[in-house]
T-cell receptor, first 115, second 112 residues
Framework: GENVEQHPSTLSVQEGDSAVIKCTYS??????FPWYKQELGKRPQLIIDIRSNVGEKKDQRIAVTLNKTAKHFSLHITETQPEDSAVYFC??????????????FGKGTLLTVNP | NAGVTQTPKFQVLKTGQSMTLQCAQD?????MSWYRQDPGMGLRLIHY???????DQGEVPNGYNVSRSTTEDFPLRLLSAAPSQTSVYFCASLAGIGNEQFFGPGTRLTVL
């Protein structure tokens, strides 16, 4: 089955700096890669996603890049703010039908933004 | 829409007790799943369902049962609770291909 590795497990940055979280996946058939943000005591919520036919996607201060050949994708947060502090999860899944609904998650990255 | 709802929010059990964690969604999503979240372990899939009457095991199914009699509901049963099942449990639902997976608010379970 799919295996998703996520690094680093913890990341501490100063407010205003950039943060990068990286994930690798094992199944070349995976074609959908979401990123979730989980604030303390809350549920995970989708912040951005990318499909395998796209190399990069941006939404204001966050961006995701995908390298299909190397089977890795990354989350980039620019101009970090204290409210960006949370646990971030990457995930991967294949296309349609049956078990292809399943998302495989990385183990998460605790991002701390210091004022 | 209420989205994905879970009850209870908190639960304390004694070893050997059984209980059911409730999950419901009102978005007519075919796919529903249960995860447990433990420190440093991420979100691990317990069981999932691709539609009413269809369930399958995920990564960590031992000690848990599920059923899916309706599209809306996907309860998770702990047959005989063990301290190793102390965790936060999230239910989630998803519609179709590549769509956003929505999570419920979670149930924090402690087994003494």
């Amino acid at each position: 089955g799919e295996n998703v590795e996520q690094h680093p497990s913890t990341l501490s940055v100063q407010e205003g700096d950039s943060a990068v979280i990286k994930c690798t996946y094992s199944d070349s058939a995976s074609n959908y890669f979401p990123w979730y943000k989980q604030e303390l005591g809350k549920r995970p919520q989708l912040i951005i996603d990318i499909r395998s036919n796209v190399g990069e996607k941006k939404d204001q201060r966050i961006a995701v890049t995908l390298n299909k050949t190397a089977k890795h994708f990354s989350l980039h947060i620019t101009e970090t703010q204290p409210e960006d502090s949370a646990v971030y999860f990457c995930a991967a899944k294949k296309g349609s039908g049956g078990s292809n609904y399943k998302l495989t998650f990385g183990k998460g990255t605790l991002l701390t933004v210091n004022p | 829409n209420a989205g994905v709802t879970q009850t209870p929010k908190f639960q304390v059990l004694k070893t050997g007790q059984s209980m059911t964690l409730q999950c419901a969604q009102d978005m007519n999503h075919e796919y529903m799943s249960w995860y447990r979240q433990d420190p440093g372990m991420g979100l691990r899939l317990i069981h999932y369902s691709v539609g009413a009457g269809i369930t399958d095991q995920g990564e960590v199914p031992n000690g848990y049962n599920v059923s899916r009699s309706t599209t809306e509901d996907f309860p998770l049963r702990l047959l005989s609770a063990a301290p190793s099942q102390t965790s936060v449990y999230f239910c989630a639902s998803l519609a179709g291909i590549g769509n956003e997976q929505f999570f419920g608010p979670g149930t924090r379970l402690t087994v003494l």
